[in-house]
């Protein structure tokens, strides 16, 4: 059976990674974190990773120069067949805010995530055998409606007495983003619509998945309130 590539789940033949990825290994771009896993190595960038884009010819992602397009001919390579997500400060500065937002991450269950965190997310539930979907729609009112990142219907918790706990609905919303104004003030917004329905939310964020999703997760889905917001920050 072809086995799909670990980081962006292209089809790799008998290897963990596919063509692009393995020369991305090859040139010391892709490596493996601490827990053998295989992942894009982080730039040493500048403490500012905004880009100037009052300059004429310019790239708005690396702020190379770009012959008059809106990208460089490498971020065009790079970028041209992903989603990416790019801030706007006062029209003069541009930032990515996150590359590996591209929208076609395969999970183990077939599922298609938008991140690589999302699949590590989806990853884990399918892992731990917990029934979930990805961006159900949950109603904001009866003409909006809003799509948390996972839905874990009749999730069942291990009591503190070691029972099972009667069945709950819980979703969990993965916040990837840190600093962007108008993604906190969608988050904020969200935030006080779960409180109104009195849902059950977990959230996560980014470092914490990054360092140890398991741990993470684990202890979550184990000491969260029902009804509630939990371990908003």
């Known amino acids: 059976m072809t086995k799909k590539c670990v980081i962006c789940g292209e089809p790799s033949g008998m290897y963990p990674l596919c063509k692009k990825h393995m020369q991305m290994k090859n040139n010391g771009e892709v490596i493996k974190n601490e827990k053998g896993q295989w992942v ?12 100037d884009i009052t300059k004429e ?3 708005i992602i690396c702020g190379k120069e770009s012959n008059g397009y809106h990208l460089c001919k490498e971020c065009y390579k790079k970028y041209k067949n992903k989603k990416i997500l790019i801030s706007i400060t006062n029209s003069t500065k541009s930032e990515l805010l996150d590359e590996e937002y591209e929208g076609n991450y395969r999970c183990a269950d077939g599922h298609i995530v938008k991140s690589i965190q999302e699949r590590e997310i989806d990853n884990y539930l399918f892992n731990k055998g917990i029934r979930h979907a990805y961006e159900a729609s949950y109603s904001v009112d009866a003409e909006d409606e809003i799509h948390p990142d996972f ?7 291990i009591g503190t007495d070691g029972k099972e706990e009667e069945p709950i609905d819980i979703y969990i919303e993965h916040f990837g983003i840190n600093g962007n104004k108008e993604y906190e003030k969608k988050k904020e917004w969200k935030k006080q619509i779960y409180e109104k329905n009195n849902s059950t939310i977990i959230c996560t964020y980014a470092d914490e998945i990054k360092k140890d999703i398991y741990g993470t997760l684990d202890r979550k889905l184990k000491f969260f309130e029902k009804n509630k917001v939990n371990f908003y920050k």
């Open 40 to 51: 894009i190595k982080q730039k040493e960038n500048d403490e500012s990773s905004e880009v």
């Open 57 to 59: 010819n310019t790239c």
């Open 151 to 157: 839905f874990l219907p009749n999730y069942i918790r």
